[in-house]
């Protein structure tokens, strides 16, 4: 039978071995400080970062084989709107779209800089349509954007 700090280090070994770490040093250094509560707590770390690992995996799945759509969330969609409206306001291929969209820009710019705590349904709603129009502008989808440079 083996003892639970063979099946610890066992659980640590599978649990690192695809990652970059030098396991068998994290493996050496609990062994060195092993104590009842040190293993118990260890045991529970373990057990989180397994079931992360797996929601993880599950999620990957998921965007790869395309049963969950994977879209640019609220605060991304502002810092995008904001990144547009600051640094390239003055492109001619989107001086019409700044200039359609006169409140949505600098309503975003608020929201990412914390000047605004909330926004009203009609708020959100222009957000996103300015966030929508200028996907189409690009020809793009939404897949879940974090720059305007992945856009443009």
């Not at 050496?28 to 797996?54: G, H, I, L, P």
């Not at 390239?88 to 309503?107: G, K, S, T």
């Not at 222009?126 to 020809?139: C, M, T, V």
Request: proline residues 1%.
């Amino acid at each position: 039978m083996k003892s639970k700090e063979e099946i610890l280090a066992r659980k640590l070994d599978d649990l690192l071995a695809d990652n970059r770490l030098e396991h068998y040093l994290i493996g050496r250094y609990f062994a060195q400080t092993a104590t009842t509560q040190n293993y118990d707590n260890f045991e529970v770390m373990v057990e989180s970062a397994r079931q992360e690992k797996e929601n993880r995996v599950e999620w990957l799945k998921d965007i790869i084989i395309g049963e969950k759509q994977v879209t640019t969330t609220f605060d991304n969609k502002c810092k995008i709107l904001t990144e547009l409206w600051t640094d390239h306001y003055a492109d001619e291929e989107l001086e019409d779209f700044v200039d359609f969209y006169d409140i949505a820009l600098p309503l975003a710019f608020a929201v990412t800089k914390g000047h605004i705590a909330g926004l009203t349904k009609s708020g959100e709603e222009l957000i996103d349509e300015a966030f929508s129009d200028l996907l189409r502008q690009y020809g793009e989808s939404d897949k879940g954007f974090s720059s305007i440079e992945e856009i443009i």
